[in-house]
């Protein structure tokens, strides 16, 4: 009887041994190696997708934010995992309560404290913006699309920072307000600087600067744009306005000329010798007009019998110019002349007196 009371007692220990085993396998396999597979059900039939899994998943992806409508937080996968055979024997601990609003909130405030949502996403190292964003329920922030990614990779649902297990996730939108905020704060930087601008310029063109340099620039620039203003508005006709100044050229040279035909009077013997010296001491024996040498016995000069244009007669002007008879009057009749007719000098142009010499 004794032996046989041991031998129960063994054999108790040794099912006690093994069902423990088996649990904490079962325990390693759902949740390090397969999570899907448990071996209380090996062959886990594939059920098919109803309307509602369809619904869930929809609400997965995260509500569309409409105009004039809050964007709204929520849990992802409410529904919290079944125990495995170890967490129901107590061999393993099991997952804490699912977390309230309350500790969601404080969750939250840790991680804005912690400004996990101005910060990259730790796992593609980019900006969130405006993609969707969840919270873990260790207070880190990442892309959606990352986790999953992460956690299709690792084949167990771990932190990426920390590494705690069976975290809970919530989807919020702390990073999309942020980057909405940043957005509204530079177009209205952009808006205050375009305005501070404008009014710069309106202030410096209506203000006189104290520099004395840049008071100068002020003075021309206002300068200038009253006379573009006055050449602008003001009714300008260029054939009407030259043909007034070459009548205002020619009065003018009348005037001029009646003057001096008033002063000019006839020269006496003794300013024709006068003016032989200035000739004389000049020394020049050209015709300005034909450009060839002049012959005048009471001259010095130095004569040439082979040349016959010598012995053309010169002609002394009051002005103390000389020229060949034929050359001033052929210049007489084809030269322009005054109202009365009355010839100038082809080098001065004065009215004057000739001599024939």
């Known amino acids: 009887m004794k032996s046989d009371g041991a031998d129960n007692v063994k054999s108790k220990g040794s099912n006690k041994l093994v069902l423990a085993s088996v649990a904490f396998q079962d325990h390693i396999t759902r949740s390090l190696l397969h999570p899907d597979l448990s071996l209380s059900d090996p062959f886990p039939r594939r059920t098919r997708k109803t309307s509602r899994d369809a619904h869930t998943r929809e609400r997965g992806k995260g509500p569309q934010r409409r105009d004039g409508q809050e964007e709204r937080e929520y849990v992802l996968d409410p529904d919290p995992p079944s125990l495995t055979l170890a ?7 099991s997952p804490g309560e699912r977390l309230t609003e309350d500790e969601w909130a404080q969750v939250k405030a840790r991680s804005v404290q912690q400004e996990e949502s101005a910060q990259p996403c730790v796992i593609c190292r980019e900006e969130f913006r405006l993609q969707p964003q969840v919270l873990l329920s260790c207070s880190h922030v990442f892309h959606r699309a990352c986790l ?25 939108h702390d990073a999309a307000h942020l980057f909405r905020h940043q957005c509204a704060t530079r177009i209205q930087a952009y808006w205050r600087g375009y305005i501070a601008r404008k009014w710069y310029r309106c202030i410096k063109r209506t203000t006189c600067p104290k520099d ?33 100044i070459d009548r205002s050229l020619s009065s003018s040279r ?48 130095q004569p040439d ?9 010169t002609v002394l002007l009051s002005c103390s110019h000389l020229f060949h008879q034929l050359c001033l009057e052929a210049f007489e009749t084809f030269a322009a002349f005054t109202a009365d007719r009355r010839p100038t000098c082809p080098l001065c142009r004065s009215a004057y007196h000739k001599k024939l010499i």
């Open 87 to 93: 967490q129901r024997l107590g061999l393993v601990a």
């Open 254 to 301: 009348r005037v001029f000329q009646q003057l001096e035909r008033k002063s000019v009077s006839e020269p006496q013997e003794n300013d024709w010798d006068r003016i032989k010296s200035q000739i004389i001491q000049r020394g020049v024996w050209d015709c300005p007009i034909c450009l060839t040498a002049l012959c005048n016995p009471s001259i010095p000069t």
């Open 305 to 313: 019998e082979s040349n016959p244009q010598q012995r053309r007669h």
């Open 148 to 172: 999953q990614a992460f956690e299709r990779f690792s084949g167990r649902k771990c932190c990426p920072m920390c590494r705690r297990d069976q975290y809970e996730t919530r989807v919020i």
């Open 212 to 244: 004395k340099n840049l008071r100068r620039k002020f003075f021309e620039a206002k300068l200038q744009e009253l006379n573009d203003s006055f050449v602008r508005y003001c009714h300008t006709d260029t054939e009407a306005f030259l043909s007034d």
